[in-house]
């Protein structure tokens, strides 16, 4: 495909904006539809980028010929029954992590996707942040091997509010959204499928009916192991930090930003093309189109972290 590729995106929230300004970046893309709940608000980011058209409908973007791709940023619970219309009108799909609160929802969305044979990944981000693409270059060339992962997922979210600080119409989760980003890069990031899968929940939030706070062990068939702790009632730093331990060094990874176990930072800023993970995505996806391949992070290759979710949901309900 040498035209430029005309996209929709649709959720017009803190993470849409992301797409909206990584997109800016990159030559041959243009967004030409956006949709979003409220449809004043949606009508001001198409305005703030150019955008021609604005609606709060997914079938209006999908019924416009020119559309290509769909970028999807909307609540979790919509992810698979979008992406399943998104290929069923013929578009490429990009699905902001997860894929699905569901293995059977995941499953659908793959079994759909080899029949199209259209571009379906998902915004597994941490598979291209220059970070850790930094320590998966090394793990590619024999120089590093994982030995032990060690990762903290922290929001103080006791109210059911956005990044922006907005009230949020749907409710988060720490397994089927946030595990989702460290189950799938640890198998990843050790080239080896994870094998062993244990997790343990406090209370479930009397308002929000969710857990606030799990720990979740995980071991792959080469031997590496992972422990992920995940809370929202962590009133302090937030975000997700990661801790590298290996057999020729320790690496903390915080996002786009990399350091070594002594925290001297380390310079990534040769890795890629950009700093910015989002953006990186993006180029990954628009890139696969134009080539006719799978892309990194796509359905089929994400899909065995959500067996693993599917698993330790099943540990979880069980208990």
């Known amino acids: 495909m040498d035209k430029t590729i005309k996209v929709a995106l649709v959720g017009a929230g803190a993470f849409g904006i992301k797409h909206l300004d990584g997109i800016k970046n990159i030559d041959g893309v243009e967004v030409v539809s956006v949709i979003g709940r409220d449809l004043d608000k949606t009508r001001e980011v198409a305005r703030q980028y150019g955008i021609a058209h604005a609606g709060t409908d997914l079938a209006d973007s999908l019924a416009r010929p020119e559309v290509d791709a769909v970028i999807l940023c909307t609540p979790t619970q919509m992810h698979a029954e979008q992406t399943i219309a998104c290929l069923q009108a013929g578009k490429h799909v990009q699905v902001e992590i997860p894929l699905a609160d569901t293995l059977k929802g995941a499953e659908e969305v ?6 199209t044979g259209l ?5 597994h981000t941490r598979r291209f942040n220059p970070s850790h693409q930094w320590v998966h270059n090394k793990v590619k060339a024999g120089e590093f091997n994982i030995q032990q992962m060690d990762v903290q997922t922290y929001f103080f979210r006791r109210t059911n509010m956005n990044a922006l600080g907005q009230p949020r119409s749907w409710t988060d989760h720490l397994l089927w959204h946030h ?21 343990l929940q406090g209370p479930i939030h009397p308002a929000l009916g969710i857990a606030m706070d799990m720990s979740i062990q995980l071991k792959a068939a080469n031997g590496a192991i992972c422990t992920l702790s995940l809370s929202f009632n962590n009133d302090g730093p937030l975000g997700t930090f990661f801790r590298y331990i290996g057999d020729t060094g320790t690496y ?15 310079d990534v800023s040769r890795v890629a093309v950009s700093m910015n993970g989002i953006e990186l995505q993006d180029r990954e996806f628009f890139a696969a189109i134009r080539e006719g391949r799978e892309p990194n992070s796509s359905v089929a ?17 069980a208990a």
Do not use: W
Request: aromatic fraction near 8%; charged fraction near 20%; include cysteine.
């Open 301 to 317: 290759k994400v899909l065995p972290c959500y067996r693993v979710l599917h698993q330790l949901e099943q540990q979880l309900d």
């Open 252 to 266: 903390i990874a915080r996002y786009d930003d990399l350091f070594n176990g002594k925290e001297e930072k380390i």
């Open 119 to 123: 571009v379906a990944m998902v915004g």
């Open 179 to 199: 595990a989702a980003h460290t189950v799938d890069l640890f198998a990843y990031q050790a080239g080896s499928p994870i094998v062993q899968a244990n997790a």
């Open 110 to 115: 793959a079994k759909l996707q080899q029949e």
